[in-house]
């Protein structure tokens, strides 16, 4: 049985730092990992990837680019979401996901495995 759990989330304020874990069991990190936000009335968007697929390094979605790092540590089966200079605009509940079921790591359907989310709160 596959399980993730997110944690990490809270109150911050425009300008600061936040770092999600996601400690998975049952599947290893080593395989695609991705992390993914909802804000209320929005659809699932895409926020990092990491996986062996991605020759040239993670991906991020455009939004959080420059912004948010992508990590895992297989010893600790755990993937993580440095996220720097968050604005309000982040605010939103985090999901990390794993069990890609096609090539297309950005896209939130492919995913067969979800934890619970994380919710960030940024205040302006």
């Known amino acids: 049985q596959v399980q993730l759990v997110e944690s990490g989330g809270g109150l911050v304020q425009a300008g600061g730092s936040l770092r999600l874990s996601c400690v998975v069991s049952?599947?290893?990190?080593?395989?695609?990992m991705g992390w993914f936000r909802q804000a209320p009335g929005k659809e699932r968007e895409f926020v990092a990837a990491?996986?062996?697929?991605?020759?040239?390094?993670?991906d991020y979605g455009d939004s959080v680019k420059g912004r948010f790092t992508i990590s895992r540590d297989t010893a600790k089966n755990t993937v993580y979401l440095q996220m720097n200079s968050l604005k309000s605009e982040d605010t939103a509940v985090y999901y990390c996901?794993?069990?890609?079921?096609?090539?297309?790591?950005?896209?939130?359907?492919?995913?067969?495995?979800w934890g619970q989310g994380t919710e960030v709160t940024v205040s302006s």
């Open positions: 049952g599947r290893s990190v080593a395989y695609t």
């Open positions: 996901a794993t069990g890609l079921l096609t090539p297309d790591w950005s896209t939130f359907r492919n995913y067969q495995y």
């Open positions: 990491i996986s062996i697929r991605l020759s040239g390094g993670p």
